[in-house]
């Protein structure tokens, strides 16, 4: 599948040059204004020595700049290289020298009230690196992966269609600007629909309470969800008004960048009234497949593969008999490559044209269900155990907020099951009580086997800006 994004972006911009694109606190853009505002950023750039091919380094605060920042890498013709302002000096010096940016954009005022008028061209070529996303390194060190924006416009174009997502969807941006979803997602996909974005505060556990009141306010239809998001926006619900208007006026309520758990997906659908929307995507490929509004509920679903997507399934000996074998993806919207940060060279990570997710899973009917991942798959003794299939019951229990398991190493078993709870209010008794009530919860359901050795009781489980549980840290606490 080819598609031209710099025909596909002038033809949408001429059409709704008059219509909504970001609103906001303080602000209401229309499509002319955001595109005369990404003209002048592109435009300052070029004063500052930057040209076409180049790349720039934001990094930013969520807010309409940051998007309109994009945009003018595509009229500039620019490579972005985004960094989420909440990585670590470490991690961002990695990413600064790995990619040697012409420009580094650090600072509001460099992007803040720039404007020119927009001559209706991108400079941007299908065949151009527009983009180099770093994972959030959950394990180890970022990969830059290299995407052009030709093909991001023909994924959301595909996932719109699939989903129905069109020019009335506002949709709700509280995701981290500086990486995929928060530019894929929740910026490209409404925007390629000639739809709207209500930029609100990122999302955290000190906005949370506060969560509903732009979307209610400027009339939103639409948001993009982590399971985290949702578990406490769940915990912060009260029912009356909020529940009342998110179950009249919600339509798609996305959830990606980790598995929805049913203890986590009852509650939030029961409390606000809606369906959620479970998708699959990876960095490297994209949006890959989601659930429809009109869908009924398959737990452990994702949904529906995005046109033009193909996956096939291959046996390991260390996946789970039937729970799935090990997931690969063929898709015409695939990264170009993996970044070298030593020469700029770029690696194409498929084979064949394939590309090994990590994942396990299996077609049911027409939808994809993923079962778990092989690299977090723990093998106690020569059994393997799913960590999903012992966090999804530990979050049953009613005090349990959140749940990692991991493997850590053993002496004689190989690997031992270890489980990190953030935890309620534990009542009488302390941790000891609760811990006792999970063991005993895990010996009743499970195989002996993947009944944790060893708990941990935290306050907060390690995760990425992303909302992901950083594996390797959880592995720490033990």
Known sequence: ???????????????????????????????????????????????????????????????????????????????????????????????LDATAPRLVVDDPEQVTGKSADFSGEFAVRDDDVFAIFFTSGTTNRPKGVCHTLA?????????????????????????????????????????????????????????????????????????????????????????????????????????????????????????????????YGMTELLLVASNRPDDHCVSGSVGHLVAGVETRFAADHREMTGTGDRLWIRTPYACRGYWNPVDGSIADPRQDDWFSTGDCGLLEGDRLCITGRTKDLIIKGGTNISPRAVEELLLSHPRVKEVAVVGIPH?????????????????????????????????????????????????ELPKSSTGKTRSADVKGLF
């Not at 606190?25 to 435009?43: M, S």
């Not at 930057?50 to 700049?65: H, I, K, Q, S």
């Open 411 to 459: 002496e004689f078993w190989g690997e031992e099951v270890a489980a990190a709870i953030v935890a309620d209010d534990v009542g009488h008794g302390g941790n000891d009580h609760l811990l006792a009530e999970l063991t005993s919860l895990c010996k009743q359901h499970l195989q002996a086997e993947a009944v944790p050795g060893q708990w941990r009781v935290v306050s």
């Open 1 to 95: 599948m080819t598609a031209t994004a710099s025909v596909g972006l002038e033809s949408l911009f001429e059409a709704n040059r008059a219509e909504p694109a970001l609103i906001g606190e303080g602000f209401a853009w229309t499509y002319g204004d955001l595109a005369n505002r990404a003209a002048g950023i592109a435009h300052t750039w070029r004063e500052s020595g930057a040209v076409a091919g180049d790349r720039v380094a934001l990094r930013l605060p969520n807010g309409p700049e940051f998007l309109a920042a994009y945009l003018a890498a595509a009229i500039g013709g620019f490579t972005i290289v985004p960094v989420n302002s909440g990585l670590t000096d470490t991690d961002l010096g990695y990413i």
């Open 151 to 279: 093909n991001m416009v023909a994924n959301v174009r595909a996932f719109n269609d699939l989903t129905g997502v069109d020019h009335r969807s506002r949709m709700l941006h509280v995701l981290p600007m500086g990486y995929m979803a928060g530019f894929l997602n929740t910026f490209l996909s409404p925007l390629i629909a000639g739809g709207s974005i209500c930029i609100a505060p990122q999302f955290s556990a000190a906005t949370a309470g506060r969560f509903w009141r732009p979307a209610i306010d400027h009339e939103v239809d639409t948001v993009w969800l982590t399971p985290t998001m949702a578990a406490l926006l769940t915990r912060f619900c009260k029912g009356g008004t909020v529940a009342a208007w998110t179950a009249e006026n919600m339509t798609r309520v996305f959830v990606g960048t980790a598995p929805l758990l049913d203890p986590v997906r009852t509650p939030f659908e029961s409390a606000f009234g809606v369906r959620c929307l479970e998708s």
